[in-house]
C-alpha cells in the first residue's frame, strides 16, 4: 500500500487515529522525506510496541501504551525507570535483530519516535539510541541521543557501513538508564538506502539547546568572565640609546602560546611527518590553532605492543613544538584495550605487568616534557580489570606513576560527566567518590579530566557551568576538557555548539585547557565529527575554531607609540613576542604575562 504525505496528513487528523495506521504507511512517511527519487529497501518496520522489547530487572518496567492519533503508528513502548542506573544502558530498549546481506559502503536510515509526557518541572526523557552489530563487540555505525518532550518527536539515526553487514545481524539499541524518567518508543523503520546517497541528503535531527539564542543572558556573563580571567593589560614602552621615548615606532604583540591551552588529540602516526599534503596540513592546523597535543599511549596490542615507534615519533614532535604535551593513557582498565597476553593473568601478575607497563612507558619517553597524563580512565564503565587488581590497585598505579614521572601533573579521566544534557547525577557522583577515594590513599589525582563527546543531545552553558562548579567546589583539582566532539550530519548546529561549549568552559574559572578529540575526517574516531574535511576543507565547525582560536583568542597587535613612546593593549595571558620597529632599526623579545591582575611591562631599547 503506497500513501502520500497528504493523505498521511489526513489520516493522522482523524479521531479513530491509530487503528488505520499500518506499517506500509509507516515507511511511506519516512519515504516521503527522502530526497526524490531515492531507492530504498526495508530492512525493518513495526508500528506496534513489538519493536521494542526491555529486559526486566528491578526499578524498570514497561507496558504497552496507545500511541495516539498524531503519529503514523498505533501502540508504542512505554519505559519507566524508578532510579538513574550506571552506565546508562543498564536500561536498554532493543529492536528485533534486522539481517540483510548488504556490502561496504551501504548507507541505512533508522527513524523511531519517542516522547516522556510524564516529565515534570520542566524536566526532559534522555534517550540516547545506537545502531550497532547485535553482538559483542556491540560496534556502532551511528548514533543519536535527543531530548524527549510531552510530544511525539520523530528520530533519525544513520550511517555508513564500514565493512561488509555483520554476520550476527544489527539492531536499535536504546539507552535510558540516564535519569528516573518515564518514555515512549514507537514506529521503528529501518531502511538500506544503498551506496550512493550522501548522510547529509537524508533527514536528520535538528539540535537545539537552551541558551542558543544569540542574546541568551549567559553570553554577556561568558563574554565578562573570559575578559577578567584570561587577559591582561600589556604595556611595551621603547626608548633610545640614551633613554629617551620613541614616538610612532611600529609595534607588533604576537601570542606564542596561550596560557589556557588547546589542542587536539594527536594519533596521524608515521603521516604526519610526511612531505605530502596531508601531512603537511596537518602540521599547518597544529601550528596555527593549537599549544597542547594529546599523544597516545594505548597498551594493547593494537597499540604500544606494536606501535610504540611511531608513538614515540608523535610525542618527540610535540616537544619539538614547545606545546604542552598529555599522554593518554597509561592503564585503560578494559580487556579491549589492554594487551592479549594480559589475559587470563593472575590478579597478582596482571597488577605486576600494570605496574611494569608504567615503568616501560616512563623510561621509552624519558625525554618527553609531559605536563600531565591520564593515569586511567572511565572508571565508572569498564570493570573488568579493578574487579581483579580492587580499588587499592588503582592507587598502586597513581603511586608508581608518581615515581616514574616526577614533576608530571597525573590525571583521572572520564566520560558522560558534562553530556547527556547534563543529567548525569550517577556518574557525576562515581566520578567524585573515586577522587575522594584516592586523595585519602594520598594518590589525589592532579588533574580531572571531563571527556566530552556529544551525540544529539546538548548540554546548556548554564547546566556546564553548574557541573563544572560541582567538581570545583569539591576537589582541589585541575579541571580540563580533555577529549570534545560532537557527532552529528547537523553541520551549522555543531558549528554553533561548539562555540558555546568552547565559550562556556573558557569562562570557567577552574579550568585550564580544551582538547578536541580529532580535527581531519581523514585521521577521527567518528569521521562526521570531525572541523576538516578529507580533502581539508574546514566545515563550518572548522570554521568556529579557525575564528576563536586563529583570531578572536590569540594576540596579533599592530601598534604605534604615543608621544611618550608606549603602547598599551589587553592581550591573552601566555607567552607573547614582541617586535619593535624604527626605520631600520628592529628588536625582538618573548615576554610572559601570567596573571589578569598584573599588568605587563616590557622596556625595549632601539639603539
Given at each position: 500500500?503506497?500513501?502520500?504525505?497528504?493523505?498521511?496528513?489526513?489520516?493522522?487528523?482523524?479521531?479513530?487515529?491509530?487503528?488505520?495506521?499500518?506499517?506500509d504507511a509507516l515507511v511511506e512517511q519516512l519515504a516521503a522525506q527522502l530526497p526524490r527519487g531515492s531507492a530504498y529497501t526495508v530492512l525493518y518496520a513495526s508500528d506496534t510496541a513489538d519493536a521494542f522489547r526491555v529486559s526486566p530487572r528491578e526499578g524498570v518496567s514497561s507496558s504497552?501504551?496507545?500511541?495516539?492519533?498524531?503519529?503514523?503508528?498505533?501502540?508504542s513502548r512505554r519505559v519507566k525507570v524508578a532510579r538513574p542506573f550506571t552506565p546508562a544502558w543498564s536500561v536498554?530498549?532493543?529492536?528485533?535483530?534486522?539481517?540483510?546481506?548488504?556490502?561496504?559502503?551501504?548507507?541505512?536510515?533508522?527513524?523511531?519516535?519517542?516522547?516522556?509526557?510524564?516529565?515534570?518541572?520542566?524536566?526532559?526523557?534522555?534517550?540516547?539510541?545506537?545502531?550497532?552489530?547485535?553482538?559483542?563487540?556491540?560496534?556502532s555505525i551511528g548514533t543519536a541521543?535527543?531530548?524527549?518532550?510531552?510530544?511525539?518527536?520523530?528520530?533519525?539515526?544513520?550511517?555508513i557501513l564500514a565493512g561488509d553487514f555483520p554476520s550476527e545481524?544489527?539492531?536499535?539499541?536504546?539507552?535510558l538508564g540516564q535519569q528516573e524518567q518515564s518514555v515512549e518508543l514507537g514506529g521503528l523503520v529501518v531502511l538500506d538506502l544503498g551506496p550512493d546517497i550522501s548522510l547529509s541528503a537524508i533527514p536528520h535531527n535538528k539540535l537545539s539547546w537552551p541558551g542558543s539564542g544569540a542574546n541568551a543572558p549567559w553570553r554577556a556573563e561568558a563574554a565578562a568572565r573570559i575578559d577578567r580571567l584570561r587577559r591582561g593589560t600589556f604595556t611595551v614602552r621603547v626608548v633610545d640609546g640614551s633613554g629617551k621615548p620613541v614616538p610612532n615606532a611600529s609595534v607588533r604583540i604576537k601570542q606564542v602560546r596561550r596560557s589556557f591551552t588547546f589542542g587536539s588529540y594527536t594519533a596521524f602516526g608515521d603521516g604526519l611527518f610526511d612531505g605530502a599534503v596531508d601531512g603537511r596540513n596537518y602540521r599547518a592546523v597544529y601550528d596555527r590553532l593549537f599549544d597542547r597535543a594529546t599523544v597516545p599511549l594505548y597498551w594493547a596490542d593494537w597499540g604500544w605492543v606494536t606501535r610504540k615507534e611511531p608513538f614515540l615519533r608523535i610525542a618527540e614532535w610535540a616537544a619539538q613544538r614547545e606545546v604542552d604535551i598529555r599522554g593518554?593513557?597509561?592503564?585503560?582498565?578494559?580487556?579491549?584495550?589492554?594487551p592479549s597476553s594480559t589475559k587470563g593473568l593472575s590478579a597478582k601478575n596482571l597488577q605486576k605487568a600494570c605496574l611494569n607497563q608504567i615503568r616501560e612507558v616512563a623510561a621509552s619517553m624519558k625525554d618527553v616534557p609531559f605536563r600531565e597524563l591520564d593515569v586511567t580512565n572511565e572508571l565508572r564503565d569498564l570493570t573488568e580489570i579493578t574487579a581483579l587488581v580492587g580499588r587499592e590497585g588503582v592507587v598502586e598505579w597513581f603511586r608508581q606513576a608518581?615515581?616514574?614521572?616526577?614533576?608530571?601533573?597525573?590525571?583521572?579521566?572520564?566520560?558522560?560527566?558534562?553530556?547527556?544534557?547534563?543529567?548525569?547525577?550517577?556518574?557525576?557522583?562515581?566520578?567524585?567518590?573515586?577522587?575522594?577515594?584516592?586523595?585519602?590513599?594520598?594518590?589525589?589525582?592532579?588533574?580531572?579530566?571531563?571527556?566530552?563527546?556529544?551525540?544529539?543531545?546538548l548540554t546548556d552553558p548554564a547546566t556546564v557551568w553548574k557541573i563544572l562548579d560541582r567538581f570545583a567546589g569539591e576537589t582541589?583539582?585541575?579541571?580540563?576538557?580533555?577529549?570534545?566532539?560532537?557527532?552529528?550530519?547537523?553541520?551549522?548546529?555543531?558549528?554553533?555548539?561548539?562555540?558555546?561549549?568552547?565559550?562556556?568552559?573558557?569562562?570557567?574559572?577552574?579550568?585550564?585547557?580544551?582538547?578536541?578529540?580529532?580535527?581531519?575526517?581523514?585521521?577521527?574516531?567518528?569521521?562526521r565529527a570531525a572541523s576538516w574535511k578529507k580533502d581539508w576543507k574546514p566545515n563550518p565547525a572548522g570554521l568556529v575554531l579557525e575564528d576563536l582560536l586563529g583570531e578572536k583568542w590569540r594576540t596579533d597587535e599592530n601598534r604605534r607609540t604615543d608621544k611618550g613612546g608606549t603602547v598599551k593593549a589587553r592581550v591573552w595571558l601566555g607567552t607573547l613576542n614582541v617586535t619593535v620597529t624604527d626605520g631600520k632599526k628592529s628588536v625582538s623579545r618573548v615576554v610572559g604575562l601570567e596573571e589578569p591582575s598584573a599588568e605587563g611591562l616590557c622596556e625595549i631599547v632601539l639603539e
Open positions: 500500500m503506497k500513501i502520500k504525505p497528504a493523505v498521511l496528513a489526513a489520516l493522522a487528523c482523524l479521531s479513530l487515529g491509530a487503528s488505520l495506521w499500518s506499517q504497552v501504551a496507545d500511541a495516539g492519533p498524531e503519529v503514523p503508528f498505533a501502540r536498554l530498549a532493543l529492536s528485533p535483530t534486522f539481517k540483510k546481506n548488504l556490502p561496504k559502503g551501504h548507507v541505512l536510515l533508522v527513524s523511531f519516535w519517542t516522547r516522556a509526557p510524564e516529565m515534570t518541572g520542566g524536566r526532559t526523557g534522555i534517550v540516547s539510541a545506537y545502531l550497532e552489530k547485535a553482538a559483542a563487540n556491540w560496534d541521543s535527543v531530548s524527549a518532550g510531552a510530544a511525539w518527536r520523530q528520530v533519525f539515526v544513520s550511517g545481524g544489527m539492531h536499535l539499541s536504546i539507552h593518554h593513557v597509561l592503564i585503560y582498565p578494559g580487556w579491549q584495550f589492554m608518581r615515581l616514574s614521572f616526577p614533576g608530571v601533573k597525573l590525571s583521572l579521566n572520564e566520560n558522560t560527566i558534562l553530556t547527556a544534557g547534563g543529567a548525569t547525577e550517577a556518574n557525576q557522583d562515581i566520578f567524585l567518590e573515586w577522587y575522594r577515594y584516592l586523595k585519602s590513599q594520598g594518590v589525589a589525582p592532579d588533574v580531572l579530566g571531563f571527556q566530552a563527546h556529544f551525540g544529539e543531545s582541589d583539582a585541575e579541571l580540563q576538557i580533555t577529549e570534545f566532539d560532537v557527532s552529528t550530519v547537523d553541520e551549522e548546529a555543531k558549528a554553533l555548539y561548539t562555540r558555546d561549549f568552547m565559550t562556556a568552559c573558557f569562562a570557567h574559572p577552574r579550568v585550564t585547557s580544551f582538547t578536541m578529540w580529532g580535527f581531519w575526517e581523514g585521521d577521527h574516531w567518528i569521521p
